[in-house]
């Protein structure tokens, strides 16, 4: 019989949400307005749901990704790192859209987006029920926020929570971003996420989601919605709270940092793999701060291959 302590691998997850290029500028300093700022700037791979899919995979964990890009070049690039990093993609090509484009302009440990969400938008319920289909083996659901805030995909994301409830899959949520949060409203997306398994929001999404209280205080706000939040706070770590009465703390690792962009992605990413995988709070929260560390370390929001 395997010890109660085991790890066990996870079942497939299905992370549904949305797939994006990324205009990077890793600026020198401040952007001087009206004037030019020296920055090294590339073109790669993005999209939340996609960069923690990646994470994922890299991990071990099987993984499909449900998602929209253009029938564009841009798309078919995106499609072909995804396939050569092991996911599996229900990922429709929809004609006549552009694929999803971010500028990030990232200085120090900030970084602000200027985004065209383009075929994300056209995600649909029923590449959910198909998805889901044709991987009978799916144990957890793993959604964007963005995928939510959207009120073009919102009926995807709304649906692929009520699916997984019925068919009896963990959930998670990543609530995404900050302003398109305070958009919507706080009760709002909190009821739309009720009941979910696991919330995770940055510092600034707690603040609006819970008010500017201290991290366990946030959590413990946040698991009157769902059932356990995690707080990532960047470089001061995360928090885990959860009905239990559990409150856990990791502090983040000191590497030099490179590039902020798509940190969050991979903490969720080692967070759930290790959490699915039957591992308690503290070692969970230990594993995201591995990944997260690994993502600062690096250009771009992918793992390095």
């Not at 990093?85 to 602000?112: H, L």
């Not at 366990?216 to 001061?236: D, E, F, M, T």
Request: contains cysteine; proline residues 5%; neutral net charge.
């Amino acid at each position: 019989m395997k010890a109660p302590d085991t790890p066990q691998r996870p079942g497939r997850v299905l992370v549904v949400g949305d797939v994006i290029t990324d205009v990077v500028a890793v600026l020198a300093g401040p952007p001087a307005t009206g004037s030019d700022t020296p920055a090294t700037i590339r073109f790669t791979g993005g999209g939340q749901a996609a960069n923690t899919a990646c994470w994922l995979a890299v991990q071990g964990v099987p993984v499909t990704l449900v998602g929209a890009v253009g029938d564009d070049p841009s798309g078919r690039e995106r499609l072909a790192e995804l396939a050569a990093a092991e996911v599996d993609c229900a990922v429709d090509r929809i004609a006549g859209c552009a694929t999803g484009t971010v500028i990030v302009m990232a200085v120090g440990n900030e970084r602000t987006m200027i985004t065209e969400r383009g075929a994300n938008l056209r995600l649909r319920p029923a590449q959910v029920d198909a998805a889901l289909s044709g991987t009978p083996e799916v144990t957890h659901l793993h959604l964007s926020g963005y995928t939510l805030l959207d009120a073009g995909s919102r009926p995807a994301g709304l649906h692929a929570l009520a699916v997984a409830r019925e068919r009896g899959l963990t959930t998670s949520v990543d609530a995404a971003s900050a302003a398109p949060l305070r958009a919507v409203g706080a009760a709002t997306f909190l009821s739309w996420v009720r009941e979910v398994d696991l919330l995770l929001v940055n510092t600034d999404e707690a603040n609006v989601l819970a008010g500017g209280l201290d991290p366990a205080a946030q959590g413990r706000a946040l698991v009157a919605s769902a059932r356990r939040a995690v707080i990532k706070r960047g470089a001061a770590g995360a928090t885990w709270v959860d009905r239990g009465g559990t409150v856990a703390t990791v502090l983040a690792h000191r590497v030099p940092v490179v590039d902020v962009i798509g940190a969050g992605d991979a903490f969720a990413a080692g967070l759930l793999a290790a959490w699915l995988a039957g591992a308690g709070p503290s070692a969970a929260l230990g594993r995201g701060a591995d990944l997260g560390a690994a993502a600062v370390s690096q250009f771009g929001a992918r793992p390095a291959r």
